[in-house]
């Protein structure tokens, strides 16, 4: 007797190859924003007081808004993964799509988020608090227009229907890469906003 095996269950050796690939990468890209949050735990304990004299804290409400943004356009990169998985292409190209959108509202709303406080007189600049804020935020910013362009390679090939039940690794693994970066923006405002 013959075992049967759901078509989605089974993996090809380059889609084992891509998956093993993502893990490493994500590994070395946690260990890059390890270091990062490591310096900037040294700075905060080092200083006095933080925010520095004459420094205003850091705004909550539009970072809070923008890290409620980042976890939708998780869940509907998770959705549309389902979709792929559920043989429901028409549902996989709308999640995508909301994907790409909340990517793009995160953008936005971090440039208004920076345009504020460089004209309150943040600047990168301007002393240890900047430069640190600026530095992990512009980092992790980066990392999301990455994200945002990987999604929209996925985009043509959805449109196409070029996905399936049985080949859909592209999906896959930049669904883990865009859910690393939001991981990382939800430690980094609560240590960089909150506490």
Sequence with gaps: MVDVVPLRQRRRPRDV???????IFLGGWAMMFAGLFFAYAMVRVK???????????????????????LLAS??????????????RPQALKAYLF???????????????????????????DSGIYGSVFYALTCFHALHVLVGIVGLCTL??????GKFTVQSHTP???????????DVVWVLMFVTVYVI
């Design 17 to 23: 190859t891509a998956y093993v690939g993502m893990v």
């Design 47 to 69: 200083a006095e007081s933080w925010p520095p004299p004459g420094e205003n804290a850091l705004p909550i409400a539009l970072p809070l808004c923008n890290t409620l943004v």
């Design 74 to 87: 998780s869940a509907t990169l998770a959705l549309a993964l389902k979709a792929v998985r559920g043989a």
């Design 98 to 124: 909301a994907s790409v959108a909340l990517g793009v509202l995160f953008c936005a709303l971090q440039l208004v988020v920076w345009r504020k406080l460089f004209a309150e007189g943040l600047k990168p």
């Design 155 to 160: 985009l043509p090939r959805a449109l196409a």
């Design 171 to 181: 999906v896959r693994i930049w669904g883990m890469y865009w859910h690393f970066v």
